[in-house]
Nanobody, 128 residues
Framework: QVQLVESGGGLVQAGGSLRLSCAASGRTFSRNTMSWFRQAPGKEREFVATISRSGGITYYADSVKGRFTISRDNTKNTVYLQMSSLKPEDTAVYYC?????????????????????WGQGTQVTVSS
């Protein structure tokens, strides 16, 4: 059974940092694009960051560019999201996602419908 399990969320003051992890099990995702999305209360889920299979291509939402860094360790089947300079508007449930398709080249997407596997989410709350 394929699972994506996020961890690392919590409560942090504005300006602080958190690192989210997403550990995959059930299959290897070393050739799959992986991404982070988030959903704030009362809002639709939105794209945050994406990383290609090798890590060679990354892409960020404008709202987090320069503050968040996505990375991956294919030996651990894990993707990370380092979040710095956090703002109250970053408060949301953060989800990791992986494509069902394995790629022979680096490819990324910010579109939810490109992703077949999703974690259960981890809550990030930023207090002002």
């Amino acid at each position: 059974q394929v699972q994506l399990v996020e961890s690392g969320g919590g409560l942090v003051q504005a300006g602080g940092s958190l690192r989210l992890s997403c550990a995959a099990s059930g299959r290897t995702f070393s050739r799959n694009t992986m991404s982070w999305f988030r959903q704030a209360p009362g809002k639709e889920r939105e794209f945050v960051a994406t990383i290609s299979r090798s890590g060679g291509i990354t892409y960020y939402a404008d709202s987090v560019k320069g503050r968040f860094t996505i990375s991956r360790d294919n030996t651990k089947n894990t993707v990370y999201l380092q979040m710095s300079s956090l703002k109250p508007e970053d408060t949301a449930v953060y989800y990791c996602a992986a494509t069902g398709i394995s790629f022979s080249y680096d490819w990324t997407s910010s579109r939810e419908n490109e992703y077949d596997y999703w974690g259960q989410g981890t809550q990030v709350t930023v207090s002002s």
